[in-house]
């Protein structure tokens, strides 16, 4: 007990490294150890390991196990050792009254930092020996506590332990298991279905995964062994690998170890052939039901995924739909801004003209106020009634137009109509022509010099005396001459036609202009007939009337910009001749 409290002084009080410390843990344990193995009391051990473990040097073999592995390059065997002596330690003593902080809190580590050295000695290939001595640590660890098989088969170290592509490494941890079972028959009825289910993913993974036949043989031994310790507690648990017996039969087959593999074999089918219907009808809705729970997470991750697009999308919708309505209202607010404004300033306005009318009223004679209330009502209701009557007139102009255009329309329709009818009632009493094409042969060589001959025998027979062929000729050019004057003499006769009938036009429309009575005796049916039938001369009128109106309209500095040329006093006099009298240029009228 002195030789602890001692080693717990040195470790507490001296300034040592990382290298001193593991040498220190590694001498003093192992001389407290032996002089405790050496003495003929048995409990003397299980007393010093406990009290190795509440003097704090378990705690302190834990943290530095746990250091950086990089720091402990030069000393691994010196480590190995010290995991030995750790996992050595923690099995065979009751920790008393701090149990608690023993299984929960110490072992957890130890297990951790023993894997993390074993992950580093699977790195180095001339450090098999040392890592064969911390798998066997991790082995008598698990032999003294069984519950710490699910922590060992679950660590990230351990799965870095089988991620080694040494077949040595896989081969030890395989062999670890085997020992472990081999050395505890309680070790496997201990742990919990899902440790065996770890357990059991573990080999069968190494008989998938590995082509070394001492794996392989490994792998069936370690299946054999759990089925002889767990009996029937392993039938569902191995029914959960389906075509392991066809991976045996068709990867490990003729390679040394057909022995156990048949036997692994026969009993996979017989634990398959005892199967009743009900537990193949229910691992059937449970692979159902995982197959469902994947594809409900998978949907729910990709909504997920997706919500936030959705979101964003949705907000942007919302933002761009608020910032619409708010526009809106501000428009609203605005537009009932100005109809109120607009109120205001036309009361303003009525306010007004009320308060000088008032003050006009008071300049007035007394005399001549009713007189100017009634000349002012009086003007109110010749304004009214002036709008009414206007309003009143064009309603019945745009009603009168309006039916003369559905007449003229009723009128062209039934023109329409009649043409058709008429065309078709032609066409039907008319004979069928055949077309030119139709029952025509063409004209063939012999027939063409058969023509020729008749023309020539024709020419010979009738043969004229009187006339030349150059007379010929003379005669015909005459003929065309004369075709073209009289063809060009029906053209001019049908301009000259045209000119008479406008100037006949122009004369009636000039005498009218003459005989019209003023504008205060013009109505409705005399203003008509001073309306031009022809579209484009009323549209020319009328065009030229708004020049005209625009051009008086305009200040005297713009009519300087551009100066009209004076008319041709030749041209005029040749107007005046020509109309009788009346000037029609728009300037004069003589």
């Known amino acids: 007990m002195e030789s602890v409290s001692e080693l717990k002084k040195h470790l507490e009080h001296e300034d040592l490294n990382l290298q001193q410390k593991v040498s220190l843990l590694n001498s003093s344990v192992t001389n407290v150890l032996n002089v405790a193995a050496l003495q003929t009391d048995s409990a003397a051990l299980p007393r010093v390991k406990a009290e190795l473990y509440h003097s704090g040097v378990l705690s302190h073999c834990v943290l530095v196990l746990a250091q950086d592995p990089r720091e402990l390059r030069s000393s691994w065997g010196a480590a190995a050792t010290l995991a030995r002596l750790t996992s050595s330690c923690c099995v065979g003593f009751d920790p008393g009254e701090e149990s608690k ?80 079972c081999t050395a505890n028959r309680n070790f496997l009825s201990s742990l919990t279905d899902d440790s065996v289910l770890l357990l059991l993913n573990e080999v069968i993974g190494q008989l998938a995964v590995s082509s070394d036949v001492a794996v392989g043989g490994a792998s069936v031994k370690l299946i054999l062994l759990m089925a002889n310790q767990l009996q029937l507690r392993l039938k569902p648990l191995l029914l959960n690998f389906k075509g392991l017996d066809d991976l045996l039969d068709k990867d490990w087959r003729g390679r040394g170890i057909d022995q156990d593999m048949d036997q692994l074999i026969e009993l996979l089918q017989s634990y398959r052939d005892t199967t009743s219907p009900s537990q193949v009808s229910a691992e059937r809705v449970r692979a159902a039901c995982v197959i469902q729970a994947s594809w409900r997470s998978y949907q729910t991750r990709r909504r997920v995924k997706s919500l936030n697009r959705a979101v964003g999308s949705l907000q942007r919708r919302f933002r761009a739909r608020r910032r619409q309505q708010q526009q809106q209202k501000e428009a609203q607010q605005w537009e009932e801004e100005l109809k109120y404004q607009v109120c205001v300033r036309r009361l303003q306005a009525r306010r007004a003209f009320h308060q000088k009318q008032r003050q006009l009223l008071q300049l007035l004679p007394p005399d001549q106020v009713q007189s100017y209330l009634r000349e002012c009502e009086r003007r109110a209701a010749v304004v009214i009634q002036s709008i009414w009557r206007g309003s009143r007139e064009r309603r019945r102009y745009i009603s009168s137009q309006r039916d003369e255009l559905r007449r003229h329309r009723a009128a062209r329709t039934l023109q329409r109509a009649v043409r058709r009818f008429l065309q078709k009632r032609r066409a039907a009493k008319a004979p069928p022509t055949a077309p030119l094409w139709i029952g025509q042969k063409g004209l063939t060589d012999s027939r063409r010099v058969e023509l020729k001959a008749q023309v020539e025998e024709y020419i010979a027979v009738h043969r004229s005396s009187r006339v030349s062929p150059g007379e010929c000729e003379r005669l015909h050019q005459e003929v065309q001459l004369l075709l073209s004057e009289l063809q060009s003499g029906d053209e001019r006769r049908r301009v000259e036609q045209r000119m008479e009938a406008l100037l006949a036009h122009t004369h009636t429309q000039l005498e009218l202009l003459r005989d019209a009575p003023p504008l205060s005796l013009v109505t409705a049916p005399v ?64």
């Open 527 to 590: 203003g008509e007939a001073f309306l031009s039938h022809s579209g484009r001369c009323a549209l020319r009128a009328r065009d030229a009337h708004n020049a005209t109106l625009q051009a008086s309209r305009l200040p005297w500095w713009r009519r300087l910009e551009e100066p009209v040329d004076p008319p041709d006093p030749a041209h005029l006099w040749e107007l005046e001749a020509e109309f009788g009298g009346l000037f029609v240029g728009g300037s004069a009228n003589i």
């Open 101 to 180: 902080a023993f299984y929960r809190l110490l072992l957890p580590s130890v297990v951790d930092g023993l894997l993390s050295l074993a992950s580093q000695l699977t790195r180095r290939a001339e450090c098999v020996s040392l890592l064969r001595k911390v798998m066997d640590s991790v082995m008598c660890l698990l032999g003294g506590h069984t519950q710490l098989t699910t922590q060992v088969l679950s660590s990230a170290h351990y799965e870095q332990i089988q991620m080694c592509e040494d077949v040595t490494v896989s081969l030890l941890c395989v062999q670890m298991w085997i020992q472990v």
